[in-house]
């Protein structure tokens, strides 16, 4: 009995069962129609009703005539001999179709992108190939490099290259092929992802510094200023800054602040802490603080998610990761779900093991820091593909996509820019039904060191606020994608 199936999707290259399988089931968990993947070999068309049914081939040669609704993709030669080789990586320029940048092309028999006869479309953009280059970050493996801080740049990126990265290409490819398959009209409705909502919003925290100052008065800023004459202001401004902070008005301590702000737009964060580290960059605080102690139980009791935010060297550490790990629960006296790697240092696909091996649900680090945007491609929780193991991997990754430091740190914008630019990656996220990933420091509220950016994220909460969005903690909206499952049929 197939008469449930609405989708077969079959594939010739069967050593690439586990890369091409993944993709499709991605794509099919978005749409939520019923489905079967079989490889090429053992679909028999007679066991069909083929009027209702839509029979989505990818593969290198002409399927079966006696299909009769037929989507046909012609593959590239991404999963071939050069598998993982540079010789693999896509060629640049890429080619456009309507203006959507092309990762791989087909190799079907005619000229042009897509073909379209009675009953078969034909294409030779190889949206699984290209699909599966941005979601396992292929290109970070393949060419390995790294900045000063070990991490691949957005500058390396095909996506910063091709001028992409701030489209979820991987999301355009789902509504193009979505396209094609309305287009037989055989009554397929697709499904809602975020209950009567259209797009959500996740709000996070790095907890990197508690404090701004130390027991010592920033003398060394103060002097410089007032030798430098034309700093006098700056000088008195520091001063009457560390003085405020002594008195119990810390400007990094606005913990307080961030809640009411959120309570205010009836929207919820995750907070992630650092539980370890000792490098230069673990600026720090200690998980066993008193203060940090009341301070996450108080998170806790607001309905605000606290989860980790794992060292500097973590990254790669499998026994750092899981130690920070623990460390934080036993503070916490409850699990750690997720959380986010500092520096948003990445190791693909190691970081995602350790992760996946100390037992965290979920990881939201994967944007780049130099420049915003979808480094995954992707604005959906997906569970990511490890190339080298050749599997899935067990962790939902909730892609980032902007930490607020890659627009004045990194990039140098002015606040209005930022603005803008958040608020076109929001607009871009509701347009594909996705989730929006944003981070911002507590630390990054300081009018003193950050003119005009407090009231950046201030305006950032209102503008959201004001949308008809799903919002939840990081975690609470795990819970929620993972309803949405693929409506697989086995035989
Ligand atoms: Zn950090």
């Not at 978005?30 to 990818?58: H, K, M, Q, T």
């Not at 490099?145 to 789902?174: M, Q």
């Not at 920033?218 to 202001?233: A, C, V, Y």
Request: net charge neutral.
């Amino acid at each position: 009995m197939h008469n449930r199936v609405k989708a077969i999707v079959t594939y010739d290259n069967h050593n690439f069962a586990g890369p091409i399988e993944y993709i499709f089931n991605i794509f099919f968990l978005a749409y939520g129609i019923s489905y079967r993947i079989i490889p090429f070999n053992r679909f028999n068309p007679v066991e069909y009703d083929l009027n209702e049914v839509l029979v989505i081939s990818y593969g290198k040669k002409y399927l079966n005539t006696e299909v009769k609704n037929q989507i046909y993709i012609y593959s590239s030669d991404l999963f071939g001999d050069n598998y993982l080789k540079p010789e693999s990586m896509p060629k640049v320029p890429l080619k456009r179709y309507d203006g959507l940048p092309i990762i791989y092309d087909g190799r079907g028999n005619f000229d042009g992108f897509v073909r379209k006869s009675e009953n078969l479309i034909e294409t030779n953009i190889d949206i699984i190939a290209s699909s599966f280059f941005m979601l396992s970050r292929y290109e970070e493996i393949v060419l390995g490099k790294k900045d000063k801080f070990n991490r691949f740049s957005a500058t390396e990126s095909l996506a910063y290259k091709e001028g992409f990265l701030n489209r979820p290409i991987v999301n355009e490819y789902i509504e193009l092929l979505w396209s094609w398959i309305d287009s037989f009209n055989l009554g397929f409705k697709r499904r809602k992802l975020w209950g009567d909502k259209d797009f959500a919003v996740c709000l996070t925290h790095d907890v990197d510094s508690i404090r701004k100052y130390r027991i010592y008065p920033p003398l060394w800023t103060i002097g410089r200023s007032i030798l430098r004459h034309t700093d006098l202001r700056k000088a008195f401004a520091i001063t009457i800054d560390y003085l405020r902070a002594k008195s119990g008005r810390d400007p990094y301590d606005n913990f307080d602040y961030i809640m009411d702000l959120e309570d205010k737009h009836r929207l919820k964060s995750s907070f992630y802490f650092m539980a370890g580290g000792n490098t230069k960059h673990d600026t720090g605080y200690s998980i066993d603080d008193l203060y940090v102690n009341s301070l996450i139980r108080t998170l806790q009791e607001r309905n605000f998610e606290v989860g980790l935010h794992s060292s500097f060297d973590s990254y790669n550490n499998f026994w750092l990761l899981n130690f920070e790990k623990e460390e934080l629960e036993r503070v916490m006296e409850g699990y750690v779900l997720g959380g986010r790697q500092h520096y948003l240092r990445w190791k693909t696909p190691d970081t995602w093991r350790i992760l996946e091996k100390v037992g965290l649900k979920y990881d939201t680090t994967l944007s780049f820091a130099d420049h915003e945007g979808f480094r995954c491609g992707i604005c959906f929780p997906y569970k990511p593909f490890d190339v080298v193991e050749n599997r899935i991997l067990n962790i939902w990754e909730l892609p980032l996509a902007v930490m607020d430091g890659s627009l004045f740190d990194y990039q140098n914008l002015t606040p209005k820019e930022g603005f803008q630019r958040i608020k076109s990656l929001i607009d871009t996220t509701k347009k594909y039904n996705g989730l929006f990933v944003l981070l911002w420091h507590n630390s990054s509220l300081d009018s003193l060191r950050l003119p005009g950016w407090f009231e950046t994220y201030e305006r950032i909460m209102e503008y959201i606020g004001k949308l008809d969005v799903f919002n939840d903690t990081a975690q609470g909206i795990v819970d929620w994608w993972k309803k949405n499952k693929p409506v697989y049929v086995e035989k």
